[in-house]
């Protein structure tokens, strides 16, 4: 049912540091490879090399200027599905295709029982559903639900295909249910933040806003190019040469 | 939001199949329903041929149309799913109520009752066609308290002004069809300006700046993740152009509200024969007026993922 669960026993989901994130796109082009042949394969891309190709992608990374008191600054910013605790993805859903798993709180996608009446795209104001143009259902980050808890994997690589693939570590993998985990920590330290947290949906992934600037970093210290007005010499000649 | 002809197609024809058949059982309820056969087959024919087509409708925008049946399953907690639930039940009421307008050519009594519970359950499937869209909080067009009227008001509007005409055709004026097709056209003009009128002034409950989690200043989008429109911005991205827009919203009014409600008055007042065909054309101005309409309900209608892409940013501009 698209009934939510009263609670998850754990809550897994990702830290994601704007201040470190450098926009590489490591992470949306290791999601997009992981996942073409994932639980959710296939990722289709129609007319991929030609004119308008269009393709299904669960991660995708924005560029903003912020304009804040302290001058201006470029932050990279990668979207994904955030895993809400109240996910109206879920609810919306009329056939059951989607639900949030009550053992760990990852939202998933039954693509034997998807419809594709796109009514969960519409309901996730974070854009982390996308149509399937060709299978016709929808597709979402699964949390790399076939990495995490992959025996066939080394320990150090049961981790999301984003978080192995981001060379900066911007990007941190947990349980953000657990106050004592390593995430749970460096968001209560870095202040981390909810997307969007007017509308509700209780994201679980994090953000962890650009660390202030320190103090006196704003100064530039090259100073402007004085203009070559030679008098005299070699220079002076061959500017009287080049200005008749 | 990308306006879906299919979609439009379906809430607008059902609407007014559904709203047709509420004011047939309240007619019978009420004792106003001539018990005539030729009467009953061609309105509620009428009503079933646009409530039949509008679900055929909805299922081509579905990418697997054959799973369709699943989408009855979980009523407890999606208005689509209690749409489609709805929508189906309403064939009960309106079955009964048929075999005993057509079969025994009787409107009273038990088939009053059955009537009753026709509207009942045409009236719940409006309502909830509504919620569907009342309930998404991303789009914030949507999310106000005047979507579920509005949907309840231009059903009854567009299903009164039906029968009207369907009446007049068949030498069975009724003036108090007519004035209430009249109300209805006044109601629903009323209620779509004041829907305009809160829609353009509506600030938005997100921003950039808390959809980014950067406090204070600006945020501006100055790369998108890809150079090619995507899924997110065909569906979800769709712009429509101011002046576009401000022409089609006297176009929607012109059609939808203003002819068919001259078109009625002047069927409340002049002879038989003209009132005909101004019973007519009030139908005919209305089928694309209230497809205007809709189309603007979609194309107007702003999703909260258009923000990641500066979009609004720049309509505001």
Known sequence: MTDLPAATDRKLGLVIDLDTCVGCQACVTSCKEWNSGGSMAPL????????????????????????????GRTVHFPRSCLHCATPAC???????????????????????????????????????????PIEGVMKKCTLC????????????????????????GARHFGDLGDASSPVSRLVRERGGVDLMPELGYGPVNKYLPPRPRAAGTLQAPAQALAPADPAGGFLGWVDRLLSD | ???????????????????????????????????????????????????????????????????????????????LSREGIASLFTFVPTGLFAIGWLVCARTDGIVALAGVAMTAAAVITVAATGMIYASLKPIA???????????????????TVLLDAVLALLDRPDRAVTMAALIAIGLGWIWKRATWRHNDGIAPAVTLNSATGLKGGEVRSIEWPHTEENYLLKEMGYRIARKH?????????????????????????????????????????????????????????????????GLDAAARR
């Not at chain 2, 979507?147 to 059903?155: D, N, Q, R």
């Not at chain 2, 203003?258 to 101005?285: E, G, Q, R």
């Open chain 1, 44 to 71: 289709t891309d129609l007319n991929p090399y030609g004119a308008q190709a269009h393709g299904v992608w669960f991660n995708r990374v924005h560029a903003y200027e912020h304009g804040c008191t302290d001058g």
């Open chain 1, 90 to 132: 879920v609810t919306v859903c009329p056939t059951g295709a989607s639900y949030k798993r009550a053992a760990d709180g990852i939202v998933l996608i039954d693509d034997d029982k998807c419809i594709g009446c796109q009514l969960c795209s519409w309901a996730c104001p974070y854009g982390a559903r996308e149509l399937d």
């Open chain 1, 145 to 168: 639900v076939d990495r995490i808890y992959n025996d066939n994997l080394e320990p150090e690589d049961r981790v999301p295909a984003c978080v192995a693939a981001c060379p900066t």
């Open chain 2, 1 to 79: 939001m990308h306006p879906t002809f299919s979609i439009i197609f379906f809430t607008a024809a059902a609407g007014a199949g559904y709203g047709l058949l509420a004011v047939l059982g309240i007619l019978a309820a009420v004792g106003q329903l001539p018990p005539d056969r030729i009467l009953g087959l061609a309105s509620l024919g009428i009503a079933l041929a646009l409530i039949a087509g509008g679900l055929v409708s909805s299922t081509f925008h579905l990418g697997r149309p054959e799973r369709a049946w699943r989408a009855l399953s979980q009523w407890r907690s999606s208005w």
């Open chain 2, 141 to 159: 067009q949507w999310n106000t308290r005047f979507t579920v009227p509005a949907y309840l008001i231009f059903a009854l509007m567009t299903g």
């Open chain 2, 245 to 309: 827009a401000a022409r089609l919203r006297v176009l929607a009014q012109l059609f939808a509200f203003a002819l068919p409600l001259v078109a009625t008055a002047a069927a409340l007042l002049t002879a038989p024969t003209l009132a005909k065909a101004a019973s007519v054309i009030a139908v005919l101005a209305q089928a694309p007026g209230i497809l205007i309409e809709r189309w603007l309900f979609f194309a107007e209608a702003r999703h909260t993922v258009t923000l990641y892409y």
